[in-house]
T-cell receptor, first 109, second 114 residues
């Protein structure tokens, strides 16, 4: 199983940027980096993914280190609706996902 | 367009019994994956079905089995239930032929084993 390491919890003030780190030192050249988030009482939802280059979408940005051993999910302006558990996942060949314990993000009004 | 649906929402079973959980994938999706999420933990991959066959399997015993039907819907069966099988069971669907292989998750079935 591909392994990722994330802080257990983080806090952010509302309307401020949030940087959620993830270490994946054993990543292989073909592993994609995916981020999902899980709001309370819901199934996980896709946030963003990337392979080597930084990525942006309407929800967030993904910054990938040059050696690909770490990545950072960036929420540009945290809102109360962003309070969730964020999972950093390495997608191996075969399309199966192995989740870690994730980072629980608290947004302070 | 309905997303991923799962039934039932909640279920209470007794140790030793058997249970069947059901999942209908998002329209256009051909792959179904099942996950077990214990309280306070991340989802753990059980297995994945594509073209009515089990393609990938996580570290779960043979008591966990599944099936995919021609309409891409899927069932998860768990035999000889243990107390430790109490968890939220999540189904996720995706389209295997297209990046980013984004998985759409259902709301889950909460299984309680007493």
């Amino acid at each position: 199983d591909a392994k990722t390491t994330q802080p257990n919890s983080m806090e952010s003030n509302e309307e401020e940027p949030v940087h959620l780190p993830c270490n994946h030192s054993t990543i292989s050249g073909t592993d994609y980096i995916h981020w999902y988030r899980q709001l309370p009482s819901q199934g996980p939802e896709y946030v963003i993914h990337g392979l080597t280059s930084n990525v942006n979408n309407r929800m967030a940005s993904l910054a990938i280190a040059e050696d690909r051993k770490s990545s950072t999910l960036i929420l540009h302006r945290a809102t109360l609706r962003d309070a969730a558990v964020y999972y950093c996942i390495l997608r191996e060949s075969g399309n199966q996902f192995y989740f870690g314990t994730g980072t629980s993000l608290t947004v302070i009004p | 367009d309905a997303g991923v649906t799962q039934s039932p929402t909640h279920l209470i079973k007794t140790r030793g019994q058997q249970v069947t959980l059901r999942c209908s994938p998002k329209s256009g999706h051909d792959t179904v994956s099942w996950y077990q999420q214990a309280l306070g933990q991340g989802p753990q991959f059980i297995f994945q079905y594509y073209e009515e066959e089990e393609r990938q399997r996580g570290n779960f015993p043979d008591r966990f089995s599944g099936h995919q039907f021609p309409n891409y819907s899927s069932e998860l069966n768990v035999n000889a239930l243990l107390l430790g099988d109490s968890a939220l069971y999540l189904c996720a669907s995706s389209f295997l032929g297209k990046e980013p292989y984004e998985q759409y998750f259902g709301p889950g079935t909460r299984l309680t084993v007493t």
